[in-house]
């Protein structure tokens, strides 16, 4: 009797942890069962007393906040003070920096799943398609990429002038001041239709556009400086440039050795503060054009010409380009993509402190304010250059696997193209999915900042793997470039997105998870800033609030993954449909992300920052159930298209697959032994179940982008793919077209030739014979022709005489040892 009484108190525990019950629920339900056991159990009377004492000692202490305080919350917080991580002014500033979104419900373990089905689908404004279907068209026609990087090293002057006159340098400047203003999302549309035709093009669109002086000044500049510069920087008048890396502080930006000092100095001949800079800095996109550079460095007040404050910090100001002391115009060559990119030196320039961006009130804010703008910022530019190159990648190697034969069958039977040609559709899904999900989010008017790290980290390293798939299947005709590839500048240019505004390796190790802990959990922010404050007694009744909360989370969290796991997520709440069983494994995966979170920051505290091979899993983890419900979201705002859900069960299945992997790499590597097999058990009770797509469904997949089917078109628009005369996307579909519609005339041909009626040769050489014997009419030896004329267009490549190429090699001698002064 006494074990049945006790499997119903914990069937009881674990109901009221799995549904999160409130404190007066859980006292209420305990009462309840106590009642109930003292009137029909037979437990002796000192049993019922001891289970009354007991339950009732724990239900005070917590009822009453004097006891909860001095027994649990005061001893916890002490200790907490003595372990807390040091954190310096920077890593302060990212963290505060941004708004918490979708990625916050994940980390609650419980995601609302019509949350997340209620945001709004991205859309474009009539304005923003005009913009999408005229002057991105024209432009994406006018470029020859080979031209633009092979000879001349920069886009030709009519492009520069295009540029301006149509405002691609005023996407997110308001309307005010003459800009565009448009939404996030038809920003990133709007680079990725460019970044597919050429990255050099695309990235001195995207620079203007991103984090600089425009983003800046619209956020934090004074009236004054948004006047005169917006204007000008919105018509091209100005070329902006943003100065924030150098040779020691690169992903170390609180490295920096750049500095001014305030001072008194001389400018349009008259005596003003100001600042005297002294400054390198490298790898400065559109550096060696530029008429505007924003400058951040580190401030130093040593004669307290502004305040108190000897050491102001890191400070952002608008310095024109032709100053004295000022060395700007050499440029770096990253990868054989052209866009202007360069140093900047400077050795004591002197500014009136009223250059600083915003005034003098914002010296020492310069790193909140670039974090505040990266929030947003960075979920745009570099993924819409991975998704640009992975739409056409994807787009033209469907059709090069169909149009391409080897052994007298087009390539795409082969199950060795089939493979990478399904990743490279799941993959790009995948992209397609986050980075419009998060444009829409940051279109609500968050700055998702932990999202945005995801988006950009996860979105360029699959287009770095689409990429890699596309020149594998390409062959030869992917490395040999030339005015004919398509995908070769693009495959050199991968390192650049991977690298710039946060390198991929520092994003996923520090900032995923490191940064989102902090800002997702939904108590340990609370908690260190509870830790932080210096008043004794708001400090404390903070920290016992946030601390009771997570207390009660951690064990719903332990119950949640236990209970989901044994029932493999089937009890779980979500939306009715085909894809029902992903959200609730994606509920169970979430739960158990919390659990491994709060379990982690537990047992490792302040060192957990340190031990990187933990937090980065932990981020892949909190990544790819972002991945999944953008995945699922994408899905839903396309209309729930059944021919697509082949490609979503691949990209659902590879992100669960994906998610159960990096559990278990965690858990094998926990420093922790002895809690190793109690999280295997809570999390994997029955075992680890999921695996990679099936060879079946990647068929389906692969089948799917080598046909002209709804699926491919959808999953690659947005690719500039219009047929006109040098666009090799367009000629590819071309080809495609003429190859299905010749695909049955050959196959008749094939079954000739295997009846002994036509002799063994090419196709040409069947389709002639055919036609003598008048087993094919005029019209189908004609549709034969057209395809194979097709055909052997798209799968030629360039060749060269050695004086075109050394042509180049000179070029690049040239720029290597003179300085450019190209002004656009």
Same mark, same amino acid.
């Given at each position: ?154 886009? &030709? ?6 540029? +301006?006159?149509? #405002?691609?340098?005023?996407?997110? $400047?308001? %309307?005010?001041?003459? /800009? ?121 007040? &040593? ?6 404050? +000897?050491?102001? #910090?890191?400070?952002?100001?608008? $310095?024109? %380009?032709?100053?004295? /002391? ?121 700055? &998702? ?6 988006? +950009? ?368």
């Amino acid at each position: 009797m006494g074990w049945i009484w006790l499997l119903s108190f914990l069937l009881l525990f674990g109901m009221l942890a799995y549904n999160r019950a409130k404190l007066n629920i859980w006292t209420l339900a305990v009462v309840v069962f106590l009642l109930l056991m003292t009137r029909i159990s037979h437990f002796s009377g000192l049993g019922l007393f001891s289970a009354w004492l007991v339950c009732f000692a724990i239900l005070l202490t917590l009822h009453i906040t004097s006891w909860r305080y001095k027994l649990i919350s005061r001893p916890v917080f002490h200790f907490y003070r003595k372990v807390m991580p040091t954190m310096s002014r920077t890593e302060r500033e990212a963290l505060a920096a941004g708004t918490v979104g979708w990625e916050g419900e994940l980390f609650r373990g419980n995601p609302h799943w019509s949350k997340l089905l209620g945001y709004p689908k991205p859309t474009l404004s009539e304005k923003e398609k005009a913009f999408l279907d005229g002057p991105v068209e024209i432009l994406c026609s006018m470029i020859d990429d080979w031209d633009i990087t092979h000879n001349r090293a920069d886009l &030709p002057p009519e492009m520069w002038e295009f540029l +301006k006159r149509e #405002g691609f340098f005023a996407l997110i $400047i308001t %309307r005010e001041y003459g /800009g565009k203003e448009f939404s996030a999302y038809a920003h990133s549309q709007i680079l990725t239709k460019v970044y597919g035709k050429s990255a050099s093009v695309a990235t001195t669109i995207a620079v203007p556009n991103s984090l600089g002086p425009a983003e800046l000044l619209m956020h934090y500049g004074t009236t004054e400086q948004k006047k005169y510069y917006l204007p000008r920087l919105a018509s091209g008048e100005e070329i902006p440039c943003f100065a924030l890396t150098g040779p020691e502080a690169g992903s170390d930006a609180g490295a920096m050795s750049d500095n001014g000092i305030v001072c008194m100095g001389g400018y349009n001949g008259k005596e003003v503060l100001g600042i005297r800079l002294n400054f390198d800095k490298r790898y400065i996109t559109l550096a060696p054009v530029a008429t505007v550079i924003g400058l951040a460095f580190k401030l130093y007040d &040593p004669d307290h010409l502004l305040g108190s404050k +000897k050491e102001l #910090g890191i400070t952002c100001a608008l $310095i024109p %380009r032709n100053l004295p /002391g000022m060395s700007i115009g050499r440029r770096h060559f990253p990868v054989n993509i052209v866009f202007q990119n360069g140093p900047i030196h400077g050795k004591d320039v002197f500014i009136p402190i009223d250059w600083i961006i915003g005034g003098a009130e914002m010296a020492g804010q310069g790193w909140r304010m670039l974090m505040e703008c990266l929030a947003a910022g960075r979920a745009i530019s570099l993924p819409a250059s991975s998704m640009g190159g992975a739409k056409v990648a994807m787009y033209t190697t469907g059709a090069y696997a169909r149009v391409r034969r080897q052994f007298n069958v087009p390539i795409g039977k082969f199950e060795g193209i089939e493979e990478p040609l399904a990743r490279m559709a799941g993959y790009t899904y995948i992209m397609d999915a986050t980075r419009s999900f998060t444009a829409a989010v940051i279109d609500t008017g968050e700055k &998702p900042a932990i999202a945005s790290a995801i988006t +950009k980290y996860h979105v360029t390293e699959l287009g770095r793997v689409v990429c890699n798939d596309a020149m594998d299947i390409h062959g030869g005709k992917g490395i040999c470039l030339g005015p004919k590839n398509y995908i070769g500048r693009m495959y050199e240019s991968i390192p650049i997105a991977i690298t710039v505004e946060g390198a991929n390796i520092l994003t996923r190790n520090l900032i995923i998870f490191g940064q989102g802990a902090m800002r997702c959990h939904p108590y340990v922010f609370a908690e260190f800033e509870a830790a932080r404050n210096k008043d004794p007694m708001e400090s404390l009744v903070a920290f016992d609030k946030a601390l009771t909360g997570h207390i009660s989370f951690t064990f719903s969290n332990l119950i949640r993954s236990l209970v989901l796991g044994l029932t493999n997520g089937r009890i779980a709440m979500a939306p009715e449909g085909k894809t029902k069983r992903y959200f609730q494994q994606a509920t169970r995966f979430s739960a158990a992300f919390a659990l491994l979170a709060d379990i982690s920051m537990l047992v490792l505290g302040g060192s957990l920052k340190r031990k990187e091979f933990i937090s980065a899993r932990l981020g892949d983890i909190l990544s790819e159930l972002y991945l999944l419900s953008a995945v699922l979201k994408h899905y839903h705002n396309q209309g729930k298209n059944g021919d697509d859900l082949p490609i979503v069960r691949w990209a659902g299945l590879t992100c669960l697959y994906t998610i159960q992997q990096k559990v278990d790499e965690l858990l094998k590597n926990f420093p922790a032994r002895w809690l190793r097999g109690l999280l295997r058990i809570l999390i994997f009770p029955l075992g680890k179940n999921f695996s990679k797509p099936s060879d079946k469904l990647s068929h389906k997949v692969a089948q799917l982008m080598m046909d002209q089917t709804s699926s491919r078109y959808r999953l690659t628009e947005g690719a500039f793919v219009t047929a006109v005369e040098g666009n090799m996307p367009g000629l590819l579909e071309e080809a495609l077209t003429k190859t299905i519609a010749a695909e049955p005339i050959e196959k008749t041909l094939k079954i000739a030739v295997g009846e002994g009626l036509l002799e063994h040769g090419n196709v040409l050489a069947l389709a002639r014979q055919a036609f003598a014997k008048e087993m094919i009419t005029r019209d189908q030896l004609e549709i034969v022709l057209q395809a194979e004329e097709a055909r052997q267009r798209v799968i030629a490549v360039d060749d060269f005489s050695s004086e075109d190429l050394e042509h180049g090699i000179k070029r690049n001698k040239t720029y290597a040892n003179t300085e450019s002064a190209h002004l656009p």
